[in-house]
């Protein structure tokens, strides 16, 4: 079964208008963190916004924030005011246990073009 | 400070070659991995390390071996290349005082294509 969940392949943004990105994950261990990754198409990774599964509060970066639904098991990422700049494919990202270490798993992505 | 390195940037063999990957670090990261990326999919995890001396398989592992002597390196290799390995390919590290939000660094990609 995929543990991260990403059902938009692509989907199209007006500049400075908001766009939601969908991401669920499915993990039995009570401890994990979320995070979402940027890629534009230059290739690099960037990283975003992280949400640790005990955190009280969604997370938020700047524009970027976390609709963090644990019942439902869902971390969607909300760009505010969209630029140019955003175009970029998206990754949700989950590591299982709260010790930190590098053992990430990745959605098939959502990639984002934003319309002048 | 360079971050992560990896090198080459592109490398073109042919089926039953073999090479080495090459990814450093300059940030004293304990933690290091490998993932692959194909076309139009997400990162998967191929080894990674919490440190020198320890290494471990990820999800894909076949075919790829590591090694870690060095906190700073971790080669890739590709013991007999197969065209199924054509991928892009990033090695990300992170420390262990990040706590949860360990956030990982990635370097720049090696494109491999495998004929």
């Known amino acids: 079964a995929q543990k991260i969940t990403q059902t938009q392949p692509g989907m199209f943004v007006q500049e400075k208008e908001a766009v939601t990105l969908d991401c669920t994950y499915d993990t039995s261990d009570p401890s994990y963190g979320l995070f979402w990754y940027k890629q534009p198409s230059s290739g690099e990774m960037i990283f975003l916004i992280y949400?640790?599964?005990?955190?009280?509060q969604n997370a938020t970066e700047g524009r970027y924030s976390l609709n963090f639904q644990k019942a439902r098991k869902s971390a969607n990422l909300v760009i505010s005011a969209s630029q140019l700049g955003d175009s970029a494919m998206y990754f949700c990202a989950m590591r299982e246990g709260l010790a930190a270490g590098n053992k990430l798993t990745f959605g098939g992505g959502t990639r984002v073009l934003v319309k002048p | 400070n360079a971050g992560v390195t990896q090198t080459p940037k592109f490398q073109v063999l042919k089926t039953g070659q073999s090479m080495t990957l090459q990814c450093a670090q300059d940030m004293n990261h304990e933690y290091m991995s490998w993932y692959r990326q194909d076309p139009g999919m997400g990162l998967r995890l191929i080894h990674y390390s919490v440190g020198a001396g320890i290494t471990d398989q990820g999800e894909v592992p076949n075919g790829y071996n590591v090694s870690r002597s060095t906190t700073e390196d971790f080669p890739l290799r590709l013991l007999s290349a197969a065209p199924s390995q054509t991928s892009v390919y990033f090695c990300?590290?992170?420390?262990?005082?990040?706590?949860?939000?360990?956030?990982?660094?990635f370097g720049p990609g090696t494109r491999l294509t495998v004929t």
């Open positions: 949400q640790g599964s005990y955190d009280q």
């Open positions: 990300a590290s992170s420390s262990s005082l990040a706590g949860p939000r360990d956030e990982q660094y």
